[in-house]
């Protein structure tokens, strides 16, 4: 296994533009999370998916946010009209299954809005 | 009410010595689990150890031991010998098994091992 890759690494974008932030999972590990994390503070759940379906997503997520897993392989994260406050690492995880306590981190993409 | 709590914002230990990071948690779930993870400078989120709450024994791993007291509610983070390459941030953090399948994390603690 290769482990959990994030791409891009890090995104620098004006306020207003939108921007994607693409996941890859451990191969065979069905449950995928975003995460985002702001300076100083521990990582805050978004949403996360089993497969291709979206079971939970957080109140953090607003509607400028969409996340997708259309084949229940890699996941894409948008963030639509972007603001300053958006400014974060956003991380992505994944774990086999539910009884798996572990999950498994990516490097993170971190977003820079201007 | 804060489910998981880091009291020591910042750590300065010298290098082989011992270090115990703090800390608390909150739940009503019987059922839950409490992990410590690593974050170097580079950012990615690194596994160190786990603890389920019907765990009779403190988990172990290597150099890395959590000190459990279940009554107290508290999982301190025991790093034996530390070195120079344990300087990062960590981060408690805490699933609660019968209530949804996220990881909750405290605000973290930066440990920084000195020469």
């Known amino acids: 296994d290769t482990g959990v890759s994030q791409d891009p690494r890090h995104k620098i974008t004006k306020r207003g533009q939108n921007v994607t932030f693409r996941c890859d999972p451990i191969?065979?590990?069905?449950?995928l999370y975003w995460y985002r994390q702001t300076l100083g503070q521990g990582p805050e759940f978004l949403t996360y998916?089993?497969?291709?379906?979206?079971?939970?997503k957080s109140r953090l997520l607003s509607d400028r946010f969409s996340a997708e897993r259309p084949k229940g392989s890699f996941s894409t994260l948008e963030i639509q009209r972007t603001e300053q406050g958006d400014s974060a690492m956003y991380l992505c995880?994944?774990?086999?299954?539910?009884?798996?306590?572990?999950?498994?981190f990516g490097p993170g993409t971190r977003l820079t809005v201007t | 009410a804060q489910k998981i709590t880091q009291t020591q914002p910042g750590m300065f230990v010298q290098e082989k010595e011992a270090v115990t990071l703090d800390c608390t948690y909150d739940t009503s779930d019987p059922s839950y689990g409490l992990f410590w993870y690593k974050q170097p400078s580079s950012g990615e989120m690194i596994f160190l150890i786990y603890q389920g709450s019907y765990d009779q024994q403190n988990a172990t791993e290597g150099r890395y031991s959590l000190n459990f007291q279940k009554a107290r509610k508290s999982a301190n983070l025991v790093i034996s010998a530390s070195q120079l390459g344990d300087s990062a941030m960590y981060f408690c953090?805490?699933?609660?098994?019968?209530?949804?399948?996220?990881?909750?994390f405290g605000k973290g603690t930066r440990l920084h091992i000195l020469p």
């Open positions: 953090a805490m699933r609660e098994w019968n209530r949804d399948d996220k990881i909750i």
């Open positions: 995880a994944s774990t086999p299954g539910r009884s798996s306590y572990e999950q498994y």
């Open positions: 998916f089993q497969n291709e379906a979206q079971l939970e």
């Open positions: 191969s065979e590990h069905n449950r």
